[in-house]
C-alpha cells in the first residue's frame, strides 16, 4: 500500500476544500457577525444522534439522504478514482458496493473538516488525532451498521448506486467480475485503517501535514 501512504492528506484535503461551499459557511471572517454565523452553523451541523452533517439533504427539518453526501463522493473520485491509474480503479470491485467501513471513512473526515470551524473561524492547527477521531470513525461505523440492519438490500443497493456515481465522476472503467463479499470488507476496513493511522503516524504529536 506505497501509493495509499504517499497520499496521505488526499481525502482530507480535498473534502475540507469542499466544506465552506457545501455547509455554507462564511469564508471571510474578519468581521464578528460572520464567525457567530459560521459557530452557529458548526452547531446546528452536529445536532441529532445522527449528526445533521451526515445527511445529504441536511437542511430540512426531516434530514434525509443519510451518508450520501456528494460532497463525500466527489472527493473520494478525487481521491481514488480520479482516472484508470489510480488506487481505487485498480481494485475497483473492492469497492463495489461502497464498503460501510468507507463511508465511516468519508464521515469521519467530513467531521474532521468541520471540527476546523468550530470556533467560527478555520483551525489551521487542528490535527487528525488518532485519540480524537478512531473513536469518531467506530461512532460512525456502528450507526452505518445500524442502518444496514433496517434492510440489507435497499442499503446494498444504495451503496451500489454511490459506487456508481463516484466511478461516473472520473474516467474509470467498471469491471464486471465478481469477488467474495469478506475479501471486499477486508479490504475495506484495511484502507480505512491505514488511511486514519497514516495521517497521524499512530502518534498524536504528528505535525499538521
Not at 451526515?54 to 466527489?74: N, Q, S, T, V, W
Not at 491509474?85 to 467531521?111: D, K, R, V, W
Not at 465478481?178 to 484502507?191: E, H, N, P
Amino acid at each position: 500500500m506505497k501509493r495509499a501512504s504517499t497520499a496521505r492528506g488526499h481525502l482530507r484535503d480535498e473534502i475540507c476544500e469542499l466544506v465552506v461551499a457545501f455547509y455554507k459557511l462564511k469564508l471571510e471572517t474578519g468581521k464578528k457577525k460572520a464567525r457567530q454565523d459560521n459557530e452557529q452553523r458548526y452547531c446546528y451541523f452536529m445536532e441529532g444522534s445522527l449528526k445533521r452533517f451526515c445527511y445529504k439533504d441536511f437542511d430540512r427539518a426531516d434530514p434525509c439522504g443519510y451518508a450520501e453526501l456528494r460532497l463525500l463522493l466527489h472527493g473520494l473520485q478525487q481521491h481514488l478514482f480520479k482516472d484508470r491509474h489510480s488506487l481505487g480503479a485498480e481494485n475497483i470491485q473492492a469497492f463495489n458496493p461502497l464498503p460501510l467501513a468507507t463511508l465511516a471513512l468519508l464521515l469521519t473526515t467530513n467531521e474532521f473538516c468541520l471540527d476546523a470551524w468550530s470556533t467560527g473561524e478555520f483551525n489551521s492547527q487542528l490535527m487528525f488525532k488518532e485519540s480524537v477521531y478512531c473513536p469518531k470513525f467506530e461512532a460512525h461505523l456502528q450507526q452505518l451498521k445500524e442502518w444496514e440492519e433496517i434492510n440489507p438490500t435497499v442499503i446494498r443497493k444504495i451503496c451500489g448506486k454511490m459506487f456508481h456515481r463516484v466511478v461516473s465522476m472520473g474516467n474509470v472503467p467498471v469491471q464486471t467480475s465478481t469477488v467474495q463479499l469478506g475479501g471486499l470488507s477486508d479490504m475495506a476496513a484495511k484502507f480505512a485503517q491505514e488511511e486514519l493511522a497514516g495521517r497521524t503516524g499512530k502518534t498524536d504529536s504528528e505535525a499538521d501535514e
